[in-house]
């Protein structure tokens, strides 16, 4: 049994306490259980965030709170998680943006906490308060800790939110847990290139945890790391305009199980991944390079939609990524590739490996490979050659046509794997993709997923 303890708990002499062990839905997936999380609730904190007589949450949370189960809050604006502060969310509540859509997001500053943890049938749902929502209804949730990032001073304010800082030197730094959580219709254009996305992780450090989060119908990203060493696991990104996965600024942190599918996508720069360093100083560190593995990433696949590509590594990234199924990419009104490697550095980076993939089965997308230099930079005909050639190597040799769809993302059976590497926290499965072929249910179920 895996147990999560809630901290935050305030005058923990006097106060009542109410332990609530609580059993999350059974899976036969071979991957992993979900586990047993241990709920400790301080009951002095109840409700302590909210504006008085209401459910409308304070827009600066400076005491510990607790949020009750199954029940709706409503956020009035830029609501604050501040430093040294816990936000505990109880299994089954409704965090709901403003009735007329204007912009309201959950930030958990540097030094503050949430945890919220829900289980499959009673997941915590962070959502529009409009009574028809589309994407962009509600802001978002955006954590932010004090792990390593790749900017020069260490720190730097989170996209789309100014004076609001993240990132340090603490790259165990706990910001927390979420666990069975869903965000929808989150997104908000702010100017260009600034953007909240639907999960937003800035500097967050290793000791938080993040699993079993599906976040539908955004804007932006679904989910977005800039920097920080924290690993994620069972996550599924649908629905969202941009990339599925984007991750930059020095992620080091690990991905396993992850399912991405692009919906009704309209813009024409939509990936499954869009990873980077850092932009215009590529060869900086730390270097973005995480360790991924089982991933499907399903794009839009016939004429009218526009995933370009299933996975775009440029601008400096490394990284390592395992046992995935890409399909669906630049086939549509744009042109893409599964593999799209940009600049110089990550071509080099391509060519001692640093960058590399592990059996992954692509097929039917624009081109399994395009190796390309960054604009206004030069590059041999020989060493672009060489990362075509490395690149190609990164796929499994069975092509077979898996047939999975965005309803059906589980294929029949899959060709054996790559072995995962030890001490990365990997759970040590050798299929392809997601889900395992052979399970009767699957990670997705119990109702915390809520449809596409």
Same mark, same amino acid.
């Given at each position: 049994?895996?147990?999560?303890?809630?901290?935050?708990?305030?005058?923990?002499?006097?106060?009542?306490?109410?332990?609530?062990?609580?059993?999350?839905?059974?899976?036969?997936?071979?991957?992993?259980?979900?586990?047993?999380?241990?709920?400790?609730?301080?009951?002095?904190?109840?409700?302590?965030?909210?504006?008085?007589?209401?459910?409308?949450?304070?827009?600066?949370?400076?005491?510990?709170?607790?949020?009750?189960?199954?029940?709706?809050?409503?956020?009035?604006?830029?609501?604050?998680?501040?430093?040294?502060?816990?936000?505990?969310?109880?299994?089954?509540?409704?965090?709901?943006?403003?009735?007329?859509?204007?912009?309201?997001?959950?930030?958990?500053?540097?030094?503050?906490?949430?945890?919220?943890?829900?289980?499959?049938?009673?997941?915590?749902?962070?959502?529009?308060?409009?009574?028809?929502?589309?994407? $962009? !209804?509600?802001? =978002? &949730?955006?954590?932010?800790? *004090?792990?390593?990032?790749?900017?020069?001073?260490?720190? /730097? #304010?989170? +996209?789309?939110?100014?004076?609001?800082?993240?990132?340090?030197?603490?790259? $165990? !730094?706990?910001? =927390? &847990?979420?666990?069975?959580? *869903?965000?929808?219709?989150?997104?908000?254009?702010?100017? /260009? #290139?600034? +953007?909240?996305?639907?999960?937003?992780?800035?500097?967050?450090?290793?000791?938080?945890?993040?699993?079993? &989060?599906?976040?539908?119908?955004?804007?932006?990203?679904?989910?977005?790391?800039?920097?920080?060493?924290?690993?994620?696991?069972?996550?599924?990104?649908?629905?969202?305009?941009?990339?599925?996965?984007?991750?930059?600024?020095?992620?080091?942190?690990?991905?396993?199980?992850?399912?991405?599918?692009?919906?009704?996508?309209?813009?024409?720069?939509?990936?499954?991944?869009?990873?980077?360093?850092?932009?215009?100083?590529?060869?900086?560190?730390?270097?973005?390079?995480?360790?991924?593995?089982?991933?499907?990433?399903?794009?839009?696949?016939?004429?009218?939609?526009?995933?370009?590509?299933?996975?775009?590594?440029?601008?400096?990234?490394?990284?390592?990524?395992?046992?995935?199924?890409?399909?669906?990419?630049?086939?549509?009104?744009?042109?893409?590739?599964?593999?799209?490697?940009?600049?110089?550095?990550?071509?080099?980076?391509?060519?001692?490996?640093?960058?590399?993939?592990?059996?992954?089965?692509?097929?039917?997308?624009?081109?399994?490979?395009?190796?390309?230099?960054?604009?206004?930079?030069?590059?041999?005909?020989?060493?672009?050659?060489?990362?075509?050639?490395?690149?190609?190597?990164?796929?499994?040799?069975?092509?077979?046509?898996?047939?999975?769809?965005?309803?059906?993302?589980?294929?029949?059976?899959?060709?054996?794997?790559?072995?995962?590497?030890?001490?990365?926290?990997?759970?040590?499965?050798?299929?392809?993709?997601?889900?395992?072929?052979?399970?009767?249910?699957?990670?997705?179920?119990?109702?915390?997923?809520?449809?596409?």
């Amino acid at each position: 049994m895996n147990k999560v303890k809630l901290t935050g708990l305030a005058g923990i002499a006097a106060a009542a306490f109410i332990f609530i062990p609580t059993m999350t839905a059974c899976t036969t997936d071979s991957e992993t259980s979900p586990p047993e999380t241990t709920v400790v609730v301080d009951t002095s904190t109840f409700e302590k965030c909210l504006v008085a007589g209401t459910k409308n949450i304070k827009l600066n949370i400076t005491d510990d709170c607790t949020l009750g189960a199954d029940s709706t809050y409503n956020l009035q604006g830029l609501t604050f998680v501040k430093f040294g502060t816990t936000l505990t969310i109880r299994e089954g509540a409704t965090i709901k943006g403003k009735a007329d859509g204007s912009l309201t997001a959950l930030i958990v500053e540097k030094g503050g906490i949430i945890n919220a943890v829900g289980t499959a049938a009673k997941p915590i749902v962070f959502t529009a308060g409009t009574s028809a929502p589309v994407r $962009s !209804d509600f802001g =978002g &949730v955006v954590i932010l800790g *004090r792990a390593q990032l790749n900017v020069p001073t260490g720190s /730097t #304010d989170i +996209e789309g939110l100014v004076g609001v800082p993240y990132g340090g030197t603490d790259a $165990s !730094d706990s910001s =927390g &847990v979420l666990q069975y959580v *869903r965000i929808e219709y989150a997104g908000r254009l702010l100017g /260009t #290139d600034n +953007e909240l996305n639907g999960l937003t992780m800035g500097g967050v450090g290793s000791k938080t945890q993040i699993s079993y &989060v599906h976040m539908r119908e955004g804007l932006d990203d679904c989910f977005e790391w800039f920097g920080g060493s924290v690993s994620a696991h069972h996550l599924v990104a649908t629905g969202c305009d941009d990339d599925m996965f984007d991750y930059d600024l020095g992620w080091v942190g690990t991905l396993q199980f992850a399912l991405g599918a692009h919906v009704g996508v309209t813009n024409t720069d939509a990936n499954g991944i869009e990873a980077d360093g850092r932009n215009g100083a590529e060869e900086s560190l730390p270097r973005t390079a995480p360790s991924i593995a089982n991933l499907t990433l399903i794009g839009t696949s016939t004429g009218g939609g526009n995933s370009m590509n299933g996975m775009r590594l440029r601008r400096g990234v490394a990284g390592q990524i395992y046992n995935s199924i890409v399909t669906g990419f630049g086939k549509g009104t744009v042109s893409g590739a599964a593999v799209r490697i940009d600049g110089n550095t990550s071509i080099r980076l391509v060519n001692n490996d640093s960058l590399k993939g592990h059996s992954i089965v692509a097929y039917n997308n624009g081109s399994r490979v395009n190796v390309s230099p960054a604009a206004g930079l030069t590059d041999s005909v020989a060493t672009r050659a060489a990362a075509i050639t490395k690149v190609g190597t990164w796929f499994h040799s069975d092509t077979t046509n898996l047939n999975i769809t965005v309803a059906s993302p589980k294929p029949t059976s899959t060709p054996t794997g790559t072995t995962l590497p030890s001490g990365k926290g990997f759970t040590p499965v050798t299929y392809i993709g997601a889900f395992d072929p052979a399970a009767a249910t699957l990670w997705t179920a119990g109702g915390w997923m809520r449809g596409y």
